[in-house]
Structures are given as structure tokens and as C-alpha cells.
């Protein structure tokens, strides 16, 4: 029998067209899609986010060194990248009819040396090195400027219907251009895996998450790291309620190609067990499968659903998006939330001062379960974050990956800041990276690895221009959800001194199971 449901060209044609037009509240068609919650791959690459803010990224061809940053911090898929021979750069420009579309489009494509002078060296043809930005998907947030730094190869100027335009160009010659050739690809450098990974196929970007959104990019990373090595056909995601099931399936909008399924944030990993049984069944050993969830769905109500998974030792992968409040439902306090932090429900006050409880600390949990990989990064260490994906990916059995996500709105940070706080709170001792992975010996500190961390041996780090400490309440004045407890003069209060103390002695703890104490 034929399928009920609407094929994707229909699907576009009778709902997303109404929703594009803004007829859809006026009479949505009943579809069998709507009344089994099912959507297409990748329908939200239809969205439209130009008119969100007044500014776009502008490249600097000149400055850039082919790093990938911005292409791998950017949490909505704005800006994407390839590397082609340079003849074939040439024929692509050369087919822009627009003879100033063609000038704007031959300055998306540098020549780094990471590319042209690296390859002429050997007697290969050099290559080119593209950089394109969608307008389309672009929130506007800056994040692809403030990694870029000191490099200063992106700046933000103000939209235009020009820019808009020839914008469009340039995701047009992105699009003919292919993948990128393997035999560009650096190996030491593993953001070239959004080189060779179609994370367009993957999550193509038109989530509704905020501007800057930290959560995103981790997802757009560990999607690209599982992709790289096992294709999207082998690959699926249960996610727990949370943000990330809020702007990944607002009805009719969805980034991912690849298959996945929303269920409540306290049993989603219970659901996974489920999956996983059936794919072995069915002789899908190899698939990889991820449970994504955020505090709720891993430090607090779904937790024991969590624990469960990882003492069945079945090969399933948890991804914690550790925003450190409820940022769903208002940003509530959680355990996962920080000594003396601002939240809903913990206010500061002269009653209380914000978050009393200690944080949980899931990592050292999900260690004391048998033959579990953990892992504690951020988005913003890369390396150690797609390391840290790979490996629980090749770990036969469970793993957790506990990732730093920064949410503006909670955090009380600037829309461009997920990189640089993500940063702050590892060198800051508020949240440490590890890996732990039980392959690697039979005693603790055979298995746990502290390497990341700057000065490992010390209770603090210090700045390198400066010699000052780097604790968590120079971390907390960095960021708004710690303003109330901060006095006239800047000095802290009790509250977050305790805090402090809270943070070294998770670090020590950690530094004496590594045997670094």
C-alpha cells in the first residue's frame, strides 16, 4: 500500500509554503504528518532569519588562515566553507554573470598557506580556500568575529539588499562547488571535519535558537565528528525535552536530515534502550546513538533513567548540554547550576543569596558506574571536544559527554560571548575538562586524564600577561547571572566566596583521583 503520508515536495508545497506566506494560522491543513508529530529532513532550510538583526559578517579574505573556526563555532550553519583547486575556484567564479556579484564572490576565496603554499610544496595543486556566509541563516550574532580575533579576517557592517544579493551568489557557487577533495584535509586539524562532513545534510541550519545560541554549536559538533567517520545514515538522536527540542521542531521547522525523536526529559534515554535493542535485532550494531539532553534530563528529573542506561552497558551515547538552569522553562535552578548563580527561584536577595546548594557533579557520577567513558568539555576547546566525541564514539558501551553551553539570556552574557565564557569557566576551575575512559587502565587515575586544563598541578591558574589568579569570581564578574553578588566596589560576597571554595575542591578532588595530588 501506498504511504499516507506527504512526500517532501508535498509537504513543502501545502504547509511550509503557508507557513513562509504567514497564512498557516488561518487554516493549517490536517495532514497525517501532523497527527503522528512526523516532518521532513531538513525543512527548516527554508527559513528566512535576514530581517533578525542589522548587521552581517563581512570576510577579509586577506587575514584569514583557513582555521575553521567560525565555520565550527557558528551555531546556526551560517557560515560554511571548501576547499577546491584553485583552476576549479577560477571556473567557479568565472560562471557568476553578475559582473559585481563576480567581484564580491572572488574575494569569498583566500589562499592560506594551510592550503596553497603547503600543497605547492609537495608538487600538488594548491587550493582555494572559500568562505561563504548564508543571509538566510545569519542571526547576526558576532560569534564568528569574536573567535576570529586577533586575526580579524570577519567584521560586522550593516545589512544591505546589496549584500543580501550578492550573499546569495556566493552560497550559490558554495553549492556548485561540491565537497571538498580528501586529499585537502589536514589530519592534525580536526575542524576540517566541516570541510569534508556535509553538515549541511546534517543540521542545515534555520533553528529557531537564540542568537549565539551555545547549545547549538555543541550539537552542530558532535553531529560533524559522528558524521565524519559514520555518515548520517548511520546515525540517530532521542532528545529530551529541553531547548534543543524547542527550536530544532517548532512545527513545520526542522534542521536535521538525519532520523531522530523528541520524548520527555525523563526518559529519554530510557526511549534510547528501546532504539538500541530493536537496531541490534535487526543486525545495526554499527549505527551510532545519541541521547541529547539538557539539566533536567540528566542531572535532575531524568536522571535515574540516565543511570540506568549507563549500568545496562548497552552502546549508547549521551550528550549533556550543560547550561547550568532550566533555560526552557524561564531558568529555573537545577543541581547542575553553580554556588551562588541567579536563577529563577534562587534569587539574590537579602534573604538568599542565589543558588545555596552545591552543583552536582555528573562526571564524577557517571565514572562511578562500571566500564562508562566520560567525557567534560566545551565547544570552545575543539580539539578536546572531537576528541572527546570520537572517542566515545569507538567506546564499546555506554558514554557521556558533558559539554559547557553558554545561554546568553540565563548567563547574562552578550549574544557573541559562547566561545570566550566557555573558555572562562575551564581556566576558571568552574568546569574542568576530563576524560575518563576505562580502556585506558584499571585504576582511576590510569583512566582519568585532566589534559587541557591549564597548570594541572596548581589549585588556580594564573594570567599569562598579567600573573593574576584566574578563579571562579573572576569568572563570575564576566558574566550577569553574578552581578547581585558583587558590591559597590567590586568586592565579593560570602556567597560566592563559598562558591570559590565549592570550585577548588571539585578540582582537587579530581586532581587526586588523576594522581596529580
Not at 556566509?133 to 570577519?154: M, N, Q, S, Y
Not at 564524577?364 to 575543539?382: K, N, Y
Not at 581556566?427 to 582511576?444: H, I, K, M, Q, T
Not at 591549564?454 to 569570581?473: C, M, N, Q, S, Y
Request: glycine content about 8%; overall charge neutral.
Amino acid at each position: 500500500m501506498p504511504s499516507p503520508l506527504l512526500d517532501a515536495r508535498e509537504f513543502s508545497a501545502r504547509v511550509l509554503t503557508a507557513y513562509e506566506e504567514g497564512t498557516a494560522d488561518r487554516g493549517s491543513p490536517a495532514t497525517p504528518d501532523m497527527s503522528r508529530s512526523l516532518m521532513p529532513p531538513s525543512t527548516s532550510a527554508v527559513r528566512d532569519f535576514w530581517s533578525m538583526s542589522p548587521d552581517v559578517p563581512e570576510f577579509l579574505p586577506e587575514a584569514c588562515v583557513g582555521c575553521m573556526e567560525c565555520v565550527t563555532e557558528c551555531p546556526d550553519t551560517a557560515i560554511v566553507a571548501r576547499v577546491v583547486p584553485e583552476p576549479q575556484a577560477r571556473e567557479l567564479v568565472a560562471q557568476v554573470a553578475d559582473p559585481d556579484d563576480r567581484a564580491f564572490v572572488e574575494r569569498l576565496w583566500s589562499r592560506p598557506k594551510k592550503y596553497g603554499e603547503h600543497f605547492e610544496k609537495q608538487g600538488k595543486t594548491p587550493g582555494r580556500f572559500g568562505l561563504f556566509i548564508d543571509p538566510t541563516k545569519c542571526k547576526g550574532c558576532g560569534e564568528c568575529v569574536a573567535v576570529c580575533g586577533d586575526r580579524r579576517a570577519l567584521r560586522m557592517v550593516p545589512k544591505t539588499e546589496e549584500r543580501r544579493r550578492r550573499h546569495r551568489a556566493g552560497m550559490r557557487v558554495f553549492h556548485a562547488a561540491g565537497r571538498t577533495p580528501r586529499e585537502y584535509l589536514v589530519e592534525k586539524s580536526l575542524m576540517d571535519m566541516m570541510l569534508a562532513s556535509p553538515v549541511l545534510e546534517a543540521y542545515c541550519g534555520g533553528a529557531g535558537s537564540c542568537m549565539g545560541c551555545g547549545e547549538a554549536t555543541v550539537l552542530r559538533m558532535m553531529l560533524a565528528a559522528t558524521q565524519f567517520v559514520y555518515g548520517t545514515e548511520e546515525m540517530g538522536i532521542v532528545a529530551a525535552t529541553g531547548c534543543n527540542t524547542v527550536y530544532t521542531s517548532t512545527y513545520p521547522h526542522n534542521p536535521y536530515r538525519l532520523p531522530w525523536t523528541n520524548s520527555l526529559f525523563e526518559n529519554a534515554p530510557a526511549v534510547a534502550m528501546g532504539i538500541r535493542m530493536a537496531w541490534d535485532r535487526r543486525g545495526w550494531k554499527e549505527k551510532r546513538l545519541w541521547v541529547v539532553g539538557g539539566d533536567g534530563a540528566m542531572f535532575d528529573i531524568g536522571f535515574q533513567a540516565l543511570s540506568r542506561m549507563l549500568a545496562s552497558g548497552m552502546d549508547i551515547k549521551a550528550l549533556v548540554l550543560d547550561t547550568q538552569a532550566y533555560s526552557n522553562t524561564g531558568g529555573q535552578a537545577s543541581t547542575s547550576s553553580f554556588t551562588a548563580q541567579e536563577a529563577k527561584y534562587a534569587a539574590i536577595g537579602s534573604a538568599v543569596p542565589g543558588k545555596t546548594e552545591r552543583r552536582k557533579e555528573l562526571s564524577l557520577i557517571a565514572m562511578m558506574h562500571p566500564e562508562v567513558f566520560v567525557a567534560q568539555t566545551t565547544a570552545a576547546h575543539t580539539n578536546h571536544f572531537y576528541r572527546s566525541i570520537l572517542a566515545a564514539n569507538e567506546f564499546p558501551g555506554p558514554a557521556v559527554v558533558i559539554a559547557y553551553a553558554a545561554c546568553q539570556p540565563e548567563h547574562g552574557v552578550g549574544d557573541d560571548r559562547a566561545y570566550h565564557q566557555a573558555k572562562r569557566a575551564v581556566e576558571s576551575r568552574a568546569f574542568p575538562l576530563l576524560v575518563y575512559d576505562p580502556r585506558r587502565g584499571p585504576r582511576v587515575k590510569d583512566r582519568l586524564d585532566l589534559g587541557g586544563n591549564p597548570a594541572v598541578r596548581e589549585d588556580w591558574a594564573k594570567e599569562a600577561k598579567t600573573g593574576e589568579l584566574v578563579d571562579f569570581i573572576s569568572f563570575a564578574r564576566t558574566e550577569g547571572r553574578f552581578a547581585g553578588q558583587f558590591d559597590r566596589d567590586g568586592h565579593p560576597s560570602a556567597a560566592l566566596n563559598v562558591a570559590r571554595e565549592d570550585r577548588l575542591r571539585n578540582w582537587r578532588i579530581l586532581q587526586e583521583l588523576a594522581g596529580l595530588r
